[in-house]
């Protein structure tokens, strides 16, 4: 007999949720431009637009709130948060950010020079953008398997070593400053890298005299793939295993919102002392001093004991098994869904889903405003919209992936909530030919897809073509 889990916490508070019949969806999707980023939350059911400071916090971290040191410079919380990112993460110094692109933004401008290259497992958003602003161009190493949303490897996260080897080679090293590795890549589907690939990268890098900065963003997630599928990991601690992961690396940015568990919050670490002493200058102009970064005393307490939970074995297989619970329904029931399923999120391929539309009619974008339309599930387009558009060319780019993004937060929604946006998709899926495209009214000029509009490209302007939710919401 298969033995069922459940949450490893009790829920202390409660938020309630409204639920908007059809027509208020409906009107509350045409006002928002047809783009889930402008949706009201009120009008949200169930919100899966990102696992990115939507977290749940313990009573422990609300508890620190209290003890929260609001003093300017040398606040104890933030030594109470240096304490518990070198213990977890293991490197030398520290840099607070109000959140990870802040530690972007520093580290792109101290290491990028006009006309660098920086390589990466596969692009993300902010990341990118900070990397283009500094006058890099971003180089994709990742396997060439990622790209395919139904190739089932365990790592799907790894960097092509031939690949980088090619891109030293082609532009030579001293044009590369860092190699940016993503554990575990967002846009990938929350795939991870393997501990192999990580110290394989890190050597090659080390012959060529290359930094290996991670994103450290989803780093407990992937140390927990990396226990379940890699060999001679079973047996370890995800703290052992995280060590182990960022020894085979320079530095890192981290988005804390994620694996952190709070609701705001980042840093920038690494070992080198003097990119550590520029870093202290320069967060001075953009965050706040070095004991702050940007943050509240209290949100640098709230973080450190996030870190301490991260790392609890428990929670993160509740975590990676309530979104694999959630995609398991999806693939028994025929759904194309990126696989393996990831950490953070289940992505729905959207081109797959919507074959009857053309990759300009924007079947992502499509496919989640019809979700919300459905049942009030918000999503996440991450396709050609999140793709923007080429720098010198002017063209959109054309992401191989076209998926909406079922994000879901940590310690927010129960398996029962998983239940209801499965039946929604599915629901969805079966009168998927009604779907109509969308095109985009209103294009700002970057991360075009936080604020652009849209409307449906039928003949009646409406998203359904024929009307008829099958839902009782
Ligand atoms: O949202 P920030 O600035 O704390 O972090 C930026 C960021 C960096 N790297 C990765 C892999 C991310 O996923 C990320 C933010 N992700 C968001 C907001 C998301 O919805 O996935």
Not at 112 to 131: C, L, S
Request: some cysteine; charged content about 25%; proline content about 4%.
């Amino acid at each position: 007999m298969k033995r069922r889990t459940a949450e490893p916490y009790k829920i202390k508070a409660v938020e309630p949720l409204k639920m908007l019949n059809e027509q208020e969806r409906k009107e509350a999707l045409k006002k928002a431009g047809y783009n889930t980023f402008l949706i009201n939350s009120e009008d949200v059911y169930i919100d899966l637009l990102t696992d990115s400071g939507t977290t749940a916090m313990s009573d422990r971290q609300w508890g620190t709130l209290m003890t929260g040191d609001e003093a300017y410079a040398g606040s104890k919380s933030w030594y109470k948060l240096e304490q518990a990112v070198k213990e977890i993460y293991g490197y030398n110094f520290v840099i607070p950010t109000h959140q990870g692109r802040g530690a972007e933004n520093l580290l792109s401008q101290m290491k990028i020079k006009e006309g660098d290259y920086v390589p990466g497992n596969m692009y993300f958003t902010t990341t990118r953008a900070h990397q283009e602003l500094n006058g890099a161009t971003f180089v994709d190493i990742i396997i060439d398997e990622a790209h395919d949303s139904l190739y089932d490897h365990p790592f799907k996260g790894n960097v092509d070593l031939s690949k980088l080897e090619s891109l030293i080679h082609e532009v030579g090293a001293e044009k590369i400053p860092y190699v940016c590795i993503a554990v575990t890549v967002n846009l990938a589907g929350g795939q991870p890298v393997s501990m192999k690939n990580m110290r394989d990268v890190y050597e090659l890098c080390q012959k060529h005299g290359i930094d290996v900065m991670y994103d450290a963003t989803r780093c407990v997630e992937n140390a927990f793939f990396i226990q379940e599928r890699e060999e001679g990991y079973t047996d370890k601690s995800i703290k052992d295993i995280l060590k182990e992961m960022f020894s085979y690396s320079d530095g890192c940015t981290m988005s804390g919102k994620k694996d952190c568990l709070v609701n705001t919050g980042g840093f920038l670490a690494m070992n080198d002392e003097k990119l550590y002493t520029r870093a202290r200058e320069l967060v001075v102009l953009y965050e706040g001093m070095p004991s702050y970064g940007g943050l509240a005393g209290r949100d640098m307490e709230a973080m450190a004991q996030g870190i301490y939970e991260s790392i609890d074995d428990n929670y993160i297989k509740h975590r990676i098994h309530q979104v694999r619970y959630l995609g398991e329904q999806l693939i028994e029931a025929g759904i194309p869904v990126v696989k393996p399923i990831g950490g953070h999120a289940v992505f729905l391929d959207a081109r797959e889903f919507l074959p009857h539309l053309k990759h300009e009619e924007l079947p992502a974008q499509s496919l989640a405003a019809a979700l919300y339309l459905d049942s009030g599930v918000r999503s996440m387009e991450r396709g050609i919209v999140s793709g923007g558009r080429n720098k010198v060319t002017g063209e959109n780019n054309k992401p191989k992936l076209e998926l909406v993004r079922l994000t879901i937060p940590r310690r927010v929604y129960t398996n029962n909530h998983m239940d209801v946006v499965a039946d929604s998709v599915i629901s969805l899926y079966e009168k998927r030919d009604q779907i109509s495209g969308l095109k985009m009214t209103y294009e700002p000029p970057t991360l075009r897809f936080f604020n652009a509009r849209f409307e449906p490209l039928s003949p009646s302007g409406e998203l359904m073509t024929n009307e008829t939710s099958s839902t009782t919401t």
